[in-house]
Every structure is written in structure tokens, then in C-alpha cells.
């Protein structure tokens, strides 16, 4: 339970209750019947399901194979483990895959030369292994074997398999490998620095292609909670709040007790947006899906306007709207179709600054709130500390959310110190604190 709290799972008393009265049902003698117990009764979502697996694999890990072969690290003893395992994606044996898996980390991913250095690496044993170089093997046996000829089964759909069973495979060898460091380093450890989390605890500079896709896939669960509350904020709000003098005066009738306390009311009005994005390099997906989070949350504002720079600024507003229905493709998008380079590629947040502030000045207002999204490394140019200045001037609060951590602010070509001492610049480095930040920062 605590792995699993510490990767964000929302687990309480009754969740765990829960988990106790279903493991009593199961019993503990059939293990994926635990797995299944504990997942029907401890998670939240389908996007939690793979951290799940993965922390119980490390807990609950398979026995490992008796009698289980012994290699010498030698070419014919690969070949021969490679042979048996396309007789196991063959016939996708998965009881046979688990036993290759222990072998094969056991055999191939052992690292260090002594008893207290040694470790375990699924890296190192895949490389060996190259289990996805079998995958025509594969494909020319299950043809060969027989009731296995259909004609309306495709070979895109028979390859789809195969790869389904080799991505199964090296996940098994992951396991196998984490299994065998927890055992020295200790599970908790493991399941805390060795596990990945869910989409939206990785880091936005370190997710890759696949991460970044799954992270626009919770663009509108995200939004649709958010909008929900800053919906609860503004009804709070427009209730009021009390007017302390003229309570005071009120309850001068009642004998100074305030039993009808006065309400300072305002006038309900939703604020303007503005976000001004850096897309370049590793924080440009940082910036275009907190982008599609805002598109998708443009009713809670009476106006949302989109900038994005390299160095150079154009308003991409437009595109964001046209980008809603293929998220995948808007960042490549915007880099085709707005102005956002001038005379080389690299990011100047001192001339986009500036050119933003002269350009684009009747954006800014006494209700305009700005997000500044990037993380302020100017490649050793001017940062223009009065463009920004001037930027905060005109507006009614500018937050500047950086995606690296603090310790990194201000070493190398970073002038976020710089900045952060004219406008509120905070650390936002997942989609977890993104979602946190916006329901906090963003007024109603």
C-alpha cells in the first residue's frame, strides 16, 4: 500500500478495508487471483493499472524456475536461449516465457564483479536477447503449424500479435531484473526509484513520444475536474465576502451581536487568459499540453489568447483550436505554420519578450492573467528584465510555471532568479502539479 501511495494512488481506510475483505474471499494460493483482488479494490483508473502491476510483480514476485539452465555468458548458449524462446511466443506459453525471463536475466544481465556490486540489468539482457529480431521466425512457424491457416487472419494482424507477445515478454524480463535488485537493495527502494509512475507523474523534459501521447489523453479528465472547480470557486466568490464595518454597524441594533451579517458582493465577470509559451526543444511538450489543458477549459474564461516563441513571438490561438482534434500532431503544426524563428533556432527570451510586450501590448489588461511556460534559458542573450517588467505593468497577475527544478535555476545559461524577482515563478515539472497550480493560481 505504501509503494503505491508513494507513485500518488489515492488509498484510505476504505480502500484498504476493501482489499482486506476480498483477499479473505480469494484466499492467497492463486497469485493472479490476488493481483486481480487487490486491483478491483485499490485502484481509481485504468491509466493506474500497469504502475499496479508492475509494484506487485516486485512484492508478489514468481518463484524462480527449479531446475532453471545455467549459461556461461557464451554465442551457442544465446542461440540456444533464443531458440526456445520462439518456441514460446509460438505457442505463447506464458508459464515457459516467465522461466526464459529468469534465465535470461540470470544468464546475460548480471553486472559487477563481486558478491556486494553485483546487479541486475533488463537493459543489458535485451540487448543480448533481441527478442524482437525473432519476430519473422515467429511469424513463418505459426503458418507452418497447423489449424493455424485463415485466410481473413492478415499478416498485419498476425505481426500485431507477435509483437504483443514480445512487448510481453521483455516486460517480464523488466520484472525479473527488478525483482532480483529489490532482493538486494530492498522492495521499497525498488518500487520507489525503480518503478515509472503514471502518465501524470513524469516529468514533462524526461517523457518520451509514448508518455506524451498518453498525457493528451488525460487533457479532458484533467480539464473537466478543473472546470468543475473553479465553477465551485466562482459560486463561493459570488457570494461575497463579509463586510466587517458595516456588519459592525448592523449589530448595533441587536445589541452588538452580528446576526445578519452585510456582504461585500462583486459583480460576477470571468477573467481574460494569456499564455505565452516557449516551444522549443524539451520543454516544448511541457508547453503544448498545458496548451490543449487551457483549450480545453476556454469556457471557464471570457477570453483565452495563445502566444508561442522560439525567438521570435506569433499568436497561435487559432491553431490551438484546430489542434484539439489531432493533439499528436500540433506541436509540429505550430513549428510549420507560425512565424517563431528569426535569424537561428535557438530560444531568446529577451527578444520574445520584448517583441511580445511591443506587439501584442492590447492583450494585456487589468483582468488579464499571463502564464509564462518555458524554462527561462536565454543561450547567453540579453533576458530584457524590462520587457517583462513592462508585461507585468500591464497585467492583473503574470505566473511564470517552470519545468525544471529549482536547484537548476540560475546555473548555467538560466536567468530564472532573474526573472522570478519581478513576476511569481514556481517549479512545475508534471501534469499532477500542472492540474494543481491552474485550479490554485487561476482567478475566478
Same mark, same amino acid.
Given at each position: 500500500?505504501?509503494?503505491?501511495?508513494?507513485?500518488?494512488?489515492?488509498?484510505?481506510?476504505?480502500?484498504?478495508?476493501?482489499?482486506?475483505?476480498?483477499?479473505?474471499?480469494?484466499?492467497?494460493?492463486?497469485?493472479?487471483?490476488?493481483?486481480?483482488?487487490?486491483?478491483?479494490?485499490?485502484?481509481?483508473?485504468?491509466?493506474?493499472?500497469?504502475?499496479?502491476?508492475?509494484?506487485?510483480?516486485?512484492?508478489?514476485?514468481?518463484?524462480? =524456475?527449479?531446475?532453471?539452465?545455467?549459461?556461461?555468458?557464451?554465442?551457442?548458449?544465446?542461440?540456444?536461449?533464443?531458440?526456445?524462446?520462439?518456441?514460446?511466443?509460438?505457442?505463447?506459453?506464458?508459464?515457459?516465457?516467465?522461466?526464459? =525471463?529468469?534465465? =535470461?536475466?540470470?544468464?546475460?544481465?548480471?553486472?559487477?564483479?563481486?558478491?556486494?556490486?553485483?546487479?541486475?540489468?533488463?537493459?543489458?539482457?535485451?540487448?543480448?536477447? &533481441?527478442?524482437?529480431?525473432?519476430?519473422?521466425?515467429?511469424?513463418?512457424?505459426?503458418?507452418?503449424?497447423?489449424?493455424?491457416?485463415?485466410?481473413?487472419?492478415?499478416?498485419?494482424?498476425?505481426?500485431?500479435?507477435?509483437?504483443?507477445?514480445?512487448?510481453?515478454?521483455?516486460?517480464?524480463?523488466?520484472?525479473?531484473?527488478?525483482?532480483?535488485?529489490?532482493?538486494?537493495?530492498?522492495?521499497?527502494?525498488?518500487?520507489?526509484?525503480?518503478?515509472?509512475?503514471?502518465?501524470?507523474?513524469?516529468?514533462?523534459?524526461?517523457?518520451?513520444?509514448?508518455?506524451?501521447?498518453?498525457?493528451?489523453?488525460?487533457?479532458?479528465?484533467?480539464?473537466?475536474?478543473?472546470?468543475?472547480?473553479?465553477?465551485?470557486?466562482?459560486?463561493?466568490?459570488?457570494?461575497?465576502?463579509?463586510?466587517?464595518?458595516?456588519?459592525?454597524?448592523?449589530?448595533?441594533?441587536?445589541?452588538?451581536?452580528?446576526?445578519?451579517?452585510?456582504? &461585500?458582493?462583486?459583480?460576477?465577470?470571468?477573467?481574460?487568459?494569456?499564455?505565452?509559451?516557449?516551444?522549443?526543444?524539451?520543454?516544448?511538450?511541457?508547453?503544448?499540453?498545458?496548451?490543449?489543458?487551457?483549450?480545453?477549459?476556454?469556457?471557464?474564461?471570457?477570453?483565452?489568447?495563445?502566444?508561442?516563441?522560439?525567438?521570435?513571438?506569433?499568436?497561435?490561438?487559432?491553431?490551438?483550436?484546430?489542434?484539439?482534434?489531432?493533439?499528436?500532431?500540433?506541436?509540429?503544426?505550430?513549428?510549420?505554420?507560425?512565424?517563431?524563428?528569426?535569424?537561428?533556432?535557438?530560444?531568446?527570451?529577451?527578444?520574445?519578450?520584448?517583441?511580445?510586450?511591443?506587439?501584442?501590448?492590447?492583450?494585456?489588461?487589468?483582468?488579464?492573467?499571463?502564464?509564462?511556460?518555458?524554462?527561462?534559458?536565454?543561450?547567453?542573450?540579453?533576458?530584457?528584465?524590462?520587457?517583462?517588467?513592462?508585461?507585468?505593468? &500591464?497585467?492583473?497577475?503574470?505566473?511564470?510555471?517552470?519545468?525544471?527544478?529549482?536547484?537548476?535555476?540560475?546555473?548555467?545559461?538560466?536567468?530564472?532568479?532573474?526573472?522570478?524577482?519581478?513576476?511569481?515563478?514556481?517549479?512545475?515539472?508534471?501534469?499532477?502539479?500542472?492540474?494543481?497550480?491552474?485550479?490554485?493560481?487561476?482567478?475566478?
Amino acid at each position: 500500500m505504501g509503494a503505491l501511495r508513494a507513485h500518488g494512488f489515492g488509498i484510505g481506510t476504505g480502500e484498504t478495508v476493501d482489499a482486506g475483505h476480498a483477499l479473505a474471499a480469494v484466499g492467497f494460493t492463486d497469485r493472479e487471483r490476488v493481483r486481480e483482488a487487490l486491483a478491483a479494490t485499490l485502484l481509481h483508473g485504468e491509466t493506474q493499472r500497469p504502475v499496479f502491476d508492475r509494484v506487485f510483480d516486485l512484492y508478489f514476485p514468481l518463484g524462480h =524456475a527449479q531446475g532453471a539452465e545455467t549459461y556461461e555468458n557464451t554465442a551457442g548458449d544465446l542461440a540456444a536461449l533464443r531458440d526456445r524462446l520462439a518456441e514460446a511466443l509460438t505457442a505463447g506459453d506464458g508459464a515457459a516465457l516467465d522461466r526464459l =525471463a529468469a534465465e =535470461a536475466v540470470g544468464g546475460f544481465g548480471g553486472y559487477g564483479s563481486g558478491p556486494e556490486s553485483d546487479g541486475w540489468s533488463s537493459y543489458q539482457t535485451l540487448s543480448r536477447l &533481441r527478442p524482437e529480431t525473432l519476430l519473422a521466425r515467429v511469424r513463418q512457424r505459426l503458418r507452418a503449424a497447423p489449424g493455424e491457416e485463415d485466410p481473413e487472419f492478415t499478416d498485419r494482424l498476425l505481426d500485431d500479435e507477435i509483437r504483443r507477445r514480445i512487448e510481453a515478454f521483455r516486460e517480464r524480463v523488466r520484472a525479473e531484473a527488478r525483482h532480483r535488485v529489490a532482493e538486494r537493495q530492498g522492495r521499497d527502494l525498488v518500487a520507489r526509484r525503480a518503478v515509472a509512475g503514471t502518465a501524470d507523474t513524469v516529468d514533462f523534459l524526461l517523457a518520451g513520444r509514448a508518455q506524451l501521447d498518453e498525457l493528451r489523453r488525460t487533457v479532458r479528465p484533467l480539464a473537466r475536474k478543473l472546470a468543475t472547480r473553479l465553477a465551485a470557486r466562482r459560486r463561493r466568490a459570488a457570494r461575497g465576502e463579509i463586510d466587517l464595518r458595516r456588519t459592525l454597524r448592523r449589530s448595533l441594533s441587536t445589541g452588538g451581536v452580528p446576526v445578519r451579517p452585510v456582504l &461585500r458582493r462583486r459583480p460576477p465577470r470571468r477573467p481574460e487568459l494569456v499564455l505565452l509559451c516557449d516551444v522549443s526543444g524539451s520543454v516544448a511538450g511541457f508547453a503544448q499540453f498545458t496548451m490543449l489543458l487551457v483549450q480545453a477549459l476556454h469556457d471557464q474564461f471570457s477570453r483565452v489568447r495563445v502566444f508561442a516563441f522560439v525567438n521570435r513571438v506569433d499568436e497561435v490561438t487559432g491553431l490551438i483550436a484546430r489542434g484539439a482534434a489531432d493533439p499528436a500532431g500540433l506541436g509540429d503544426r505550430i513549428l510549420a505554420e507560425a512565424e517563431l524563428t528569426g535569424w537561428h533556432g535557438q530560444s531568446d527570451y529577451g527578444t520574445a519578450l520584448g517583441e511580445f510586450a511591443d506587439r501584442y501590448a492590447e492583450a494585456l489588461g487589468p483582468r488579464t492573467v499571463v502564464f509564462v511556460l518555458g524554462d527561462a534559458r536565454t543561450n547567453g542573450s540579453d533576458p530584457n528584465l524590462a520587457a517583462l517588467k513592462r508585461i507585468a505593468d &500591464r497585467s492583473r497577475r503574470v505566473h511564470w510555471l517552470n519545468p525544471e527544478q529549482p536547484s537548476l535555476w540560475g546555473t548555467g545559461d538560466s536567468v530564472a532568479p532573474a526573472y522570478a524577482g519581478l513576476v511569481e515563478m514556481r517549479p512545475c515539472r508534471n501534469a499532477r502539479q500542472l492540474g494543481a497550480l491552474i485550479g490554485r493560481l487561476l482567478p475566478v
